[in-house]
DNA sequence: GATTGACTTGTACTGTGTCTAATGTAGGAT
DNA sequence: ATCCTACATTAGACACAGTACAAGTCAATC
């Protein structure tokens, strides 16, 4: 555990979830000027691989980091301003899908994007 | 409609589905060697406005097009090897959100992901 | 004090996608 | 037929996210 990992963490112990890694990188500069880009990616490659931190591809620029990695949850996403929250849907998407449908596949895992507006950009 | 357009089309209406935007510039350019790429990215962000395309975001380095727009499908995908099926499963995710998990958002659509090993990779 | 090894850094590089300026082209107006 | 205008296309430069890698740093150990 170095000072760099220690900044990592914290940025993601934050109140802001679902931060880019360039904005992980931007944050941890405020704490400790000197870390690197390579070192935030690496540090988040880690975490990843260590199930503390998950991958969010809802938006294709950039993947966002979801520390919220032990609470099995889905996301909402504006298709407008980008914004995401963390859903919680009822119901198992997993048992939806039939052994006919699944090709023979080993379906482990089933990710839920739900799009739509968020209040202030279906006011606007 | 020009030439390139009715290309692009082409190479869409293919066996191919689940292009990326470089796989559809490269067999493209085999029919029509002078085509830009600009003019293929051009031409599938027209198609995905109109409706007749999908993007389809399952991997995070390239987006891919999928011309199997009018019938509404998830997809499947093998965490190895990155090849995908379109699938149908049973349910409504939609429903399964329920109004206190909306936060005011507008939800108008769903994508599912299941992601697993295909028959070859969980063999190897 | 020297060695080792993990961590970090800076930088160059790749892949994907977007933008722009210049050129080409089609169709209507004259 | 010629010109005009609007739009499509092109090539290439650019932007952005992410990766690779050689070299530097530092702490722990011998």
Same mark, same amino acid.
């Given at each position: 555990?170095?000072?760099?990992?220690?900044? *990592?963490?914290?940025? #993601?112990?934050?109140?802001?979830?679902?931060?880019?890694?360039? /904005? @992980?990188?931007?944050?941890?500069? &405020? +704490?400790?000027?000197?870390?690197?880009?390579?070192? *935030?990616?690496?540090? #988040?490659?880690?975490?990843?691989?260590?199930?503390?931190?998950? /991958? @969010?591809?809802?938006?294709?620029? &950039? +993947?966002?980091?979801?520390?919220?990695?032990?609470?099995?949850?889905?996301? #909402?996403?504006?298709?407008?301003?980008?914004?995401?929250?963390?859903?919680?849907?009822?119901?198992?998407?997993?048992?939806?899908?039939?052994?006919?449908?699944?090709?023979?596949?080993?379906?482990?895992?089933?990710?839920?994007?739900?799009?739509?507006?968020?209040?202030?950009?279906?006011?606007?």
């Amino acid at each position: 555990m170095t000072a760099q990992r220690r900044v *990592v963490a914290e940025v #993601l112990d934050g109140e802001h979830v679902h931060l880019t890694a360039d /904005e @992980v990188h931007a944050r941890a500069v &405020a +704490k400790l000027p000197e870390i690197s880009r390579a070192t *935030v990616y690496n540090t #988040l490659g880690e975490l990843v691989s260590l199930g503390e931190v998950l /991958e @969010v591809a809802t938006d294709k620029r &950039a +993947k966002r980091y979801d520390p919220n990695a032990h609470r099995p949850h889905h996301h #909402l996403v504006c298709a407008r301003c980008g914004s995401i929250r963390d859903v919680h849907p009822t119901g198992n998407p997993l048992a939806d899908l039939p052994d006919s449908e699944r090709f023979g596949f080993t379906v482990s895992d089933v990710e839920v994007t739900y799009r739509g507006l968020c209040p202030n950009c279906a006011s606007a």
